[in-house]
T-cell receptor
Framework: ELKVEQNPLFLSMQEGKNYTIYCNYS?????LYWYRQDPGKSLESLFV?????AVKQEGRLMASLDTKARLSTLHITAAVHDLSATYFC??????????FGTGTRLTIIP | EAQVTQNPRYLITVTGKKLTVTCSQN?????MSWYRQDPGLGLRQIYY???????DKGDVPEGYKVSRKEKRNFPLILESPSPNQTSLYFC??????????????FGPGTRLTVL
């Protein structure tokens, strides 16, 4: 069984600061997905990481994947209020299953 | 507009009354999936489908059925709903399977309450 753990579960940070969300998973995978969910809304795809060492950036968000450490990070640079949301990582498993992390609820404080 | 649609968006029903939640995508995607989202438990995959007539169980398939008779549609069937199936349900689709690394598009969600 694949376990996907995110930390922290809750993160409150000030605007303008930098922070990192961590996603650890328990079995071998060279694919990892990041999603964003705004309160009361559906999920939106942020990044697809396809190999060891992959790095993707979009605006103030940067995601990376270390398959040897079974770790992905989502780094937030100079946070702004619009980034307040819940962020999920997800890892493929077995025959095309997808297992999600528990999510990180991010709140940006002015 | 490329999208995944679900119906109904909200449903309150009673224990044992069969129901179907429809899901449709207009992007000619091969992979479709159903998830449920519960507070404290995150998202869990119920069933997925790689193509027409090809379906497989996710992590929490008990109490659910699916079918994939056409590429665009992937309905979720609850034959005899119970209160523990009260949840927020999302349908999603992707060009191909999760190992292929394509973006997954989610529907707006269906909030189901079983009394």
């Amino acid at each position: 069984e694949l376990k996907v753990e995110q930390n922290p579960l809750f993160l409150s940070m000030q605007e303008g600061k930098n922070y990192t969300i961590y996603c650890n998973y328990s079995t071998t995978s060279d694919r990892l997905y990041w999603y964003r969910q705004d309160p009361g809304k559906s999920l939106e795809s942020l990044f697809v990481l396809l190999s060891n060492g992959a790095v993707k950036q979009e605006g103030r968000l940067m995601a990376s994947l270390d398959t040897k450490a079974r770790l992905s990070t989502l780094h937030i640079t100079a946070a702004v209020h619009d980034l307040s949301a819940t962020y999920f990582c997800a890892v493929p498993f077995g025959n095309e299953k997808l297992t999600f992390g528990t999510g990180t609820r991010l709140t940006i404080i002015p | 507009e490329a999208q995944v649609t679900q119906n109904p968006r909200y449903l309150i029903t009673v224990t044992g009354k069969k129901l179907t939640v429809t899901c449709s995508q207009n992007m000619n995607h091969e992979y479709m999936s159903w998830y449920r989202q519960d507070p404290g438990l995150g998202l869990r995959q119920i069933y997925y489908s790689m193509n027409v007539e090809v379906t497989d169980k996710g992590d929490v398939p008990e109490g659910y059925k699916v079918s994939r008779k056409e590429k665009r549609n992937f309905p979720l069937i609850l034959e005899s709903p119970s209160p523990n199936q009260t949840s927020l349900y999302f349908c999603a689709s992707s060009l191909s399977g999760m190992w292929e690394g394509h973006e997954q598009f989610f529907g707006p969600g269906t909030r189901l309450t079983v009394l």
